[in-house]
């Protein structure tokens, strides 16, 4: 194992982590009020609730989705009897509607930013990036995903890139784990 490698899957997550931390705990210090967005609701309320409802449930579905497939382990799949087809099948019939729904309600509430006047009025370059960045964000998943279901490479994230983020839960990574990934 290269030194490269063993900083990137080793070290480099936990400084990440350490960063994130450090750089919330320091806006909160030092910019307490910039913690929420300006409230929009009584600009434009109709595209609002569908957008945001849609998007909501979608990206809380696709997380439910991330928690059961990246940190339950393997075995407990073929312990319940779940074959390896079913455990697949499962995630991208899952998946994939849960990915569309958030990404159908990222576009109402991008749409909605741009159609409602007072809305696109009051709208910050802040505003207009992050919508951007869910979006591409919540695409390049769904491509993942659709590519996946279409060319199976017979690659099997459950055996090493779960078990390595597993260990990097409890502090025991093993970036071994991650030079056969794709």
Known sequence: MSTLELLLWGALPYMVIVFCITATIWRYVTNPFSWTS???????????KWGSLLFHIGIFAVICGHIAGLLVPVEFYRWIG???????????????PAGIIAFAGAVILLVR??????????????????????IIVIVTGILATSANAVNHTGFDY??????????????????????TVP
């Open 82 to 96: 779940l074959s390896d087809e079913g455990y697949h099948l499962m995630a991208i019939a899952g998946g994939l």
């Open 113 to 134: 930013r741009y159609v409602a006047r007072r809305v696109r009025a009051t709208s910050s370059i802040g505003d207009w990036l992050a919508l951007a960045m869910l």
């Open 158 to 179: 459950r055996t090493t890139i779960n078990p390595w983020l597993r260990g990097l839960i409890v502090f025991q990574p093993d970036p071994v784990l991650m030079q």
């Open 38 to 48: 300006k409230s929009s609701e009584m600009l434009e309320k109709r595209m609002l």
